[in-house]
């Protein structure tokens, strides 16, 4: 009988390979070859699931934010307001090895995402998206009165910029920017937001 054969989880496991790779060798050291040795498949096998270098380094960006955005609706649960930026942002920033390595693949794939449309889309999705839910929690915050009146479009503007100088930050220099730090900072745009108000 014939094993049966997940694919979607052989997806992942791929795509887990790639993470590791980019963030030990850099995205130029990559290749098909290196994938399927360093995943123990045959070369011929990563044909099936991926048609080319491409494509695979496309999905494990995608997955950069799916992973995110998994664990933002997991933590979620009722919260509104503050709590809920904090908790998102919580994610976003890389305070934990799971974040910071995916700042990492993030940050090494952003030259990619200017010059490759579907790169670039799907980073421009996940910002979007990103900001969206900011701009949502902050209104929430003005509505049940935690922030006085806000531009908060430009503040979610803001804070959307800060967290991407985290990541670079914590990737390129991690001993200057440790999880109790990146909170400092984020309680400080807060708290900044609450007297311009």
């Given at each position: 009988?014939p ?9 992942r496991?791929?795509?887990a ?11 130029s ?7 399927a040795?360093?995943a123990?498949y ?7 699931y ?7 380094i496309r ?15 997991r ?9 809920a ?7 976003i ?24 449309p ?5 980073n421009?999705?996940?910002w ?10 902050l209104?929430q915050a003005v509505s ?13 503007d ?6 991407m ?6 990737v ?13 900072m ?12």
């Open positions: 009988m094993k049966v054969v997940d694919h979607d989880e052989r997806r496991e791929i795509i390979v790639v993470w590791r790779l980019i963030a030990s060798r850099g995205i050291a990559v290749s098909m070859r290196m994938i040795e360093e123990g045959a070369n011929g096998v990563l044909g099936y991926f048609a080319n270098k491409d494509e695979v999905r494990a960006y995608e997955h950069v934010s799916l992973a995110t955005n998994d664990r933002v609706a933590l979620m649960g009722d919260a509104r307001g503050l709590d930026l904090r908790i998102l942002c919580g994610e920033m890389p305070r934990t090895e799971e974040a910071l390595l995916e700042a990492r693949i993030a940050t090494t794939l952003w030259e990619h995402a200017m010059y490759d579907v790169m670039k889309k799907v421009a999705e996940s979007q998206m990103w900001r969206t839910q900011m701009v949502g929690f209104d049940d009165g935690e922030l006085a009146s806000a531009d908060t479009a430009l503040a979610a803001t804070l959307l910029t800060l967290l100088g985290m990541q670079v930050m914590a390129l220099t991690p001993e200057s920017l440790p999880p109790a730090r990146q909170d400092e984020f309680e400080r745009w807060l708290e900044e937001l609450r007297t311009a108000g």
